[in-house]
């Protein structure tokens, strides 16, 4: 019941703090008001009257007061604002322009906020609030309670939890920024993917995607996060929720789709059937295939194109708003633009008006492509492994069994045959290589702390293997049944490669600093994969799960 409960309440927050509230008569500043130190999707119901003590009970009834002072301060602010004719963008400079701001309540707690995007309906000069965050820290281990209030503080209020805030390579579950990432066959990824290059198929990735170079979301992709590429970006029979941004071209092919605005430093070309369902813009061509349909406006020409035109290369292609190009707009026969044309030359009739012009405005040029995020390869403490002691586990050995977890310390070389049993504890792990068999098992006892596994050599863990998680709450399970949250306090590393064979499942967070392979199928990973090499087989029926890591957060510069 704990699992589902964090899961509705995460999609609860993701829906308040991305698509914030509708109104046809008001303009919303939309409730992305997030604790500074509590970013993220990945949130843990907490219920203070049957886990907590009584100290924990008061920290969170502080952080639900705090959370009251800071709504009706920004309601205050909001309400005066309105009602002495500040504009909203003046409004939103004099609340911190999109910046967080930090307030201090008496007893020790306080109210972070930030303003974020803005939804317009034009009708008049009224905006409003609709959520914040209130915080209070626990005395003993600074983790902080953090109430958040819907609906101007009318709507239900729920308890949330938070470790520290998730930030560079900590934010995303695959990581590979001087590697291609490839993701294919029917896998899914819950997070961020972070990639010097992308190349998707048959997958679906739930949160952002960053490209350093060149993305190419291949036969039934489905992206739910943006899309941002430092080159070229190729959509084909795939769909994006958000925006999609390149600096290079952008080439929508057979039924590709877009919810977002769409931006691209080069030209866009789309081939039939693709619907785009906000504005677009391109600094060079646009060329439009048979029956695309572009929502609202069109953009083609960006300074020193001299020659960008819009051009309708097929029927039934439509722009539901108005198009503006540099040079020429090109309609072709049972085409139409809804609303005005604006070029130099506009060679069609099928439009709302047209104005032909070789100035800005009304010509107005395209919006440049957004910049993408940069997060660089981490850093974590160095160490090394100067023991003598090997442990190695004979064929299907219960030697290090739940009840004999190997203590925690320096070894040389971990070596499992198969059908084996290893069991860790909360502590430090030194070991210069580690290997696993076919179908052993391992066991995680984190019910006192967390588990590092620091390796000078490579990680290589055997087929088939299966992990049980022991918690405070809950014996020992298979980790498909734990709290995926849990998965924060298990961190391996490796100064060189990690294998994860078929079918096995991970827990936890792998950081890497040669490569990350995955044996191509049925691998079920709740964590991160981190690297500073490459990335192999995120391939068939493959599942990725993020939850961000303790030790990353705490140690990756």
């Not at 040389?412 to 045959?417: E, F, G, N």
């Not at 995680?444 to 590092?452: P, Q």
């Amino acid at each position: 019941m704990r699992t589902g409960c964090c899961c509705k309440l995460s999609k609860v927050l993701r829906r308040v703090l991305v698509f914030g509230a509708n109104g046809s008569s008001l303009l919303w500043a939309i409730g992305a008001l997030v604790l500074l130190s509590v970013v993220g999707t990945t949130v843990a119901l907490m219920s203070p009257s049957a886990l907590q003590s009584k100290l924990e009970q008061e920290a969170g009834m502080r952080a639900y007061y705090n959370a009251n002072a800071g709504l009706n301060y920004i309601l205050g602010q909001q309400e005066s604002s309105v009602m002495s004719g500040i504009s909203l963008t003046n409004f939103v400079s004099n609340m911190g322009n999109g910046a967080y701001v930090n307030y201090s309540v008496g007893g020790g707690g306080g109210f972070n906020f930030a303003l974020g995007n803005v939804i317009s309906s034009n009708s008049n000069n009224t905006y409003q609030v609709t959520s914040l965050v209130g915080t209070v820290s626990k005395s003993s281990d600074k983790i902080p309670y953090a109430y958040v209030l819907y609906g101007g503080g009318k709507g239900a209020s729920s308890v949330f939890t938070y470790g520290h805030t998730p930030i560079g390579a900590t934010k995303y579950v695959i990581y590979a920024a001087n590697a291609k990432v490839s993701i294919q066959g029917a896998a899914t990824v819950v997070g961020d993917v972070y990639a010097q290059s992308l190349d998707v198929s048959m997958a679906t990735v739930t949160g952002d995607v960053v490209a350093v170079n060149d993305a190419d979301l291949g036969f039934s992709t489905t992206l739910k996060g943006a899309l941002c590429s430092g080159g070229n970006v190729t959509l084909n029979q795939s769909s994006v929720s958000k925006t999609v941004s390149a600096v290079g071209d952008i080439d929508f092919k057979f039924k590709s789709q877009v919810d977002g605005d769409v931006f691209s430093g080069g030209k866009i070309t789309t081939a039939s059937s693709v619907s785009l369902n906000s504005d677009v813009s391109a600094f060079e061509n646009i060329s439009l295939g048979w029956n695309t349909k572009i929502a609202n406006n069109a953009y083609s020409g960006g300074v020193g194109c001299k020659k960008c035109n819009i051009d309708f290369t097929n029927s039934a292609i439509s722009i539901g708003k108005n198009a503006y190009a540099n040079k020429n707009i090109n309609l072709s026969g049972g085409s139409n633009i809804g609303g005005v044309a604006v070029a130099q030359k506009v060679n069609g009739d099928a439009v709302g008006s047209k104005i032909e012009t070789t100035t800005y405005p009304p010509n107005i040029r395209p919006k440049p492509p957004l910049p993408c995020r940069t997060d660089k390869v981490p850093t974590s403490p160095s160490y090394s492994d100067d023991s003598t002691v090997d442990v190695k586990i004979p064929w299907a050995s219960t030697l290090y069994d739940k009840d004999h977890p190997l203590p925690p310390g320096k070894y040389r070389d971990l070596a499992m045959d198969s059908s084996a049993v290893m069991t860790f504890t909360a502590g430090v792990y030194y070991f210069n290589s580690v290997s696993t068999g076919w179908a052993d098992t391992i066991n995680y006892d984190l019910s006192k702390g967390d588990i590092t596994i620091l390796v000078v050599g490579g990680i290589s863990i055997g087929g088939a293997n299966s992990i049980n998680v022991k918690t405070k709450e809950r014996d020992y399970c298979d980790m498909s049944t734990v709290d995926k949250n849990e998965a924060a306090k298990v961190y391996w590393e490796s100064k060189k490669s990690g294998f994860i064979g078929w079918g096995t499942d991970w827990f936890g967070t792998m950081f890497t600093q040669v490569s990350i392979t995955l044996d191509g199928a049925n691998n079920h990973v709740v964590g991160a994969l981190v690297t500073a090499g490459t990335v192999s087989n995120i391939d068939w029926a493959v599942n990725i799960y993020y939850v961000p890591s303790n030790y990353a957060m705490k140690y990756w510069n």
